[in-house]
């Protein structure tokens, strides 16, 4: 026994291989950045990614490149274009991040913020705030996004009551503490969007799907500053992450304060959550997908793992909302549909291999 924990506690402490994970990280960032482009390039005023990132630096890093774009491409470009990639980053920042957390927490490889249903959650803030107007009210830019916070940690916390039994959080009962709480806030989602003016369901619902449009540079700042928060607290956590991954008996050995961790992590995952569905509705799978993917990329340790889920799911939801809005132009897709189409295979694919076998 000692020996085995000991092998645990060197796993724990073992330096970073760091050529290997800055290679797989630097690999990413470079997809990203290549997606991001694309991205914006993309539409019925086609632009190239060489222009795109000219003009982009142009302006964000003032490279004096000889003027070859004209100013309707630079119109496009900076205020419709790269406001809506950039919500498609931060909501897959956020996603994908808060996905991974769930899962290594929950032990669970389907766990994500939509599947335990904080995305619900934030999205019934949201729906109230809408329905109160508090976007024009004295709240401001700031009142659907508290809200939604708001909705994601109420969530969070209704199922942390549900699954704690005498301090202790158990990580199946609060996976289906949160199917439950998933289905109940839907239901009242639902209650309210049909007793909302007739003319603006359809918007609502469309928003529910999951859908990306050129936000406000206000509440995209803010979204971000939410987001940056809470990656930053989850990142924080890493090495105790790691720690639990052994289990939370080890962990305990090792130093770790497990309850208190978990509480952290859920709250920090209910903050990011909440800011992106305030803009973007309930986009799910992204937090399943990725990071899957990472984890057999770049291993479990989050100390790159968040890192280079946050990069991944920024990148994946970049080209996923991309594709909803090319692929049947001049009409658009929700994203929600596009990331649904791969997710759900993909969920059966997870449920097959890991669950199936053993019934």
Not at 125 to 148: C, E, T
Not at 301 to 320: E, K, N, Q, T, Y
Not at 322 to 349: K, N
Request: proline residues 4%; glycine residues 8%; charged residues 10%.
């Amino acid at each position: 026994m000692e020996r085995t924990d000991s092998r645990k506690s060197k796993t724990f402490q073992a330096h970073l291989p760091y050529q290997k994970w800055l290679i797989s990280i630097s690999g990413l960032g470079f997809l990203a950045i290549i997606v991001f482009c694309i991205a914006c390039g993309m539409g019925s005023v086609s632009i190239s990614p060489w222009t795109t990132a000219k003009i982009l630096t142009h302006h964000w890093l003032f490279i004096p490149w000889p003027v070859t774009w004209t100013p309707i491409e630079e119109t496009i470009l900076l205020d419709i274009r790269v406001p809506r990639v950039l919500l498609a980053l931060v909501a897959g920042i956020s996603l994908a991040s808060s996905g991974s957390v769930f899962q290594s927490l929950l032990r669970n490889p389907l766990a994500d913020p939509f599947v335990i249903g904080v995305s619900t959650g934030a999205a019934l803030g949201a729906i109230i705030a809408m329905a109160l107007n508090l976007q024009a009210s004295a709240w401001g830019v700031w009142g659907v996004p508290l809200l939604s916070f708001g909705g994601g940690l109420l969530t969070i916390l209704l199922i942390l009551a549900i699954a704690q039994n005498r301090g202790k959080v158990y990580a199946q009962t609060l996976l289906l503490a949160g199917v439950i709480v998933n289905a109940f806030f839907s239901a009242l989602i639902m209650f309210i969007t049909s007793i909302m003016d007739p003319n603006r369901i359809q918007t609502y619902m469309f928003w529910l799907i999951g859908h990306l449009d050129s936000p406000d540079t206000r509440l995209l700042g803010v979204c971000s500053l939410y987001v940056a928060v809470g990656w930053v607290i989850l990142f924080a956590q890493s090495r105790a992450l790691n720690a639990m991954s052994f289990g939370e008996e080890t962990a305990i050995q090792l130093g770790i304060r497990v309850e208190r961790t978990k509480r952290i992590a859920f709250v920090a995952a209910a903050l990011m959550a909440g800011a992106v569905v305030s803009l973007s509705g309930i986009i799910g799978f992204i937090g399943l997908i990725i990071p899957h993917l990472i984890r057999s990329l770049v291993g479990s340790d989050h100390r790159v793992l968040l890192p280079a889920s946050a990069i991944g799911g920024g990148a994946f939801l970049m080209a996923a909302d991309t594709l909803a809005r090319t692929v049947i132009a001049p009409t658009e897709l929700p994203v929600g549909v596009v990331t649904a189409l791969f997710g759900a295979p993909f969920f059966l694919y997870i449920l097959r291999s890991r669950y199936w076998k053993h019934f």
